[in-house]
């Protein structure tokens, strides 16, 4: 650049020399020639200023274009710090005053070398003329001891509210929400790879989201349990749950919003309101369920269809809690559908006997009973109606219904035999 500054007054000074040589050289000669020199003096100076000009702007222009680069680079990772540090704080609760606060500084640095950062970035080029590379460097530096300084306690206080999570949702599993047993492992399992991840903010935020993810899945689960039992709680018990239900909007509400900390209290009340509901529905259904295993078990004539029952009573024995009242209802129309199958293999089979005793022709005496009609079946179809709305009506009609095929069936059974032996007795004996 010094040089540029030497050689274009030289340069500009040589030309005015030559010109006025010419112009008194040529005097005598030419009008023309004075004229040509006349033009020729002020286009040289002014081509002398554009060269000096285009010369000093272009140098200027490409260190302004770079400078205005790399403060627009750290002016908008300065903006994205900020948001995922109030992403922190909105979404978990977790504290990053102190960051912030420090964080004010390269903001005021930024303002310095002519860059406002205020929701959106503006250059001030006048400022950023006087601005030196040195002074970005500086504030680039500032900026990254600061973040080495705060995201290690970020990590810390980041872990910590992992850990809160995490015993907030056994809390859950403890009160009565069983079916999150999963997402525990899951956020144990999230925690303890936590030592892996690197300790920069936005690792960080990527990691918090997951294990936020993890906790939503876990809740949206207890949400839904939440459902089932206040229904149960309304229908089996005839409870007035409408306090309940507004709760479990609070929750969804709570879910939606990220306000996990609120969600997970509400479940719990919800929770313990539904045991208290549900515990003597509870335990009237389970003793009525324990008491139809009985019944079935007694007129199931083949082996694999008693263990397939003795296998149903363990499964209700098992439950244990009242926030286990969906689980019973499962096991209990599922002991129901089979005690159904179970009768109707009975009456089938009471049809089978009588056919071939029908068959034998034998006389009112060795059969003094009426046959039974296939329109039996309707009573099956009867009690399968109502087998869903009273399972205690259901059981005491199906325990008759049971009763009386099991005695038919062993009479019946008792008598194709006596007949069928009788039969060959007659054959057996001489003709005459």
Not at 277 to 303: G, P
């Amino acid at each position: 650049m010094k040089r540029y500054k030497i050689f274009v007054p030289l340069a500009f000074l040589a030309l005015i020399v030559i010109g006025v040589l010419l112009l008194f050289a040529l005097v005598p000669y030419s009008d023309l020639a004075i004229t040509i020199i006349l033009i020729f003096i002020p286009a040289a100076i002014g081509v002398s200023f554009l060269i000096r000009y285009l010369v000093t702007v272009r140098k200027r222009s490409i260190k302004e274009k770079v400078m205005e680069r790399d403060i627009e680079g750290i002016a908008n990772r300065y903006a994205e710090q900020m948001r995922i540090l109030y992403d922190f704080e909105d979404k978990y609760a977790i504290s990053t005053k102190e960051f912030r606060n420090e964080l004010g500084k390269v903001k005021e640095g930024l303002f310095e070398l002519g860059c406002e950062v205020n929701g959106r970035i503006k250059i001030d080029r006048v400022k950023l003329m006087k601005v030196v590379f040195a002074d970005v460097e500086w504030v680039i530096k500032m900026f990254e001891s600061i973040k080495d300084r705060h995201e290690v306690v970020l990590y810390s206080r980041m872990i910590d509210k992992c850990r809160d999570y995490l015993e907030s949702i056994k809390e859950l599993e403890n009160a009565g929400y069983e079916n999150i047993q999963s997402k525990i492992e899951r956020i144990e399992s999230r925690i303890r790879e936590s030592e892996g991840v690197e300790v920069d903010s936005l690792e960080l935020s990527m990691f918090m989201n997951g294990v936020a993810s993890i906790l939503e899945e876990a809740l949206r689960i207890c949400l839904r349990d939440a459902h089932g039992l206040e229904v149960e709680g309304r229908e089996s018990a005839n409870a007035d749950t409408a306090r309940i239900r507004t709760d479990i909007k609070i929750v969804e509400h709570s879910i939606e919003h990220g306000n996990y900390e609120n969600a997970t209290k509400v479940l719990k009340s919800v929770i313990v309101r539904l045991v208290g509901v549900l515990k003597d529905a509870f335990e009237r259904y389970k003793a009525h369920t324990l008491e139809l295993t009985n019944v079935v078990v007694e007129i199931s004539d083949k082996e694999e269809d008693k263990k397939e029952v003795e296998e149903m009573r363990k499964s209700i024995e098992a439950c244990m809690l009242p926030s286990q009242m969906r689980k019973l209802r499962e096991y209990g129309d599922a002991l129901i559908g089979k005690s159904m199958s179970t009768l109707e293999a009975v009456y089938s089979r009471i049809f089978e006997i009588e056919g071939e005793i029908a068959k034998e022709n034998p006389a009112t005496e060795i059969y003094p009973v009426e046959y039974w009609a296939r329109d039996k079946m309707g009573e099956i179809e009867e009690l399968r109606s109502m087998s869903g709305s009273d399972i205690k009506g259901f059981i005491h009609r199906y325990m008759l219904l049971a009763s009386d095929a099991h005695s038919r069936l062993m009479y019946d059974s008792e008598r194709l035999k006596y007949i069928k032996n009788l039969s060959f007795k007659k054959k057996a004996l001489p003709k005459k």
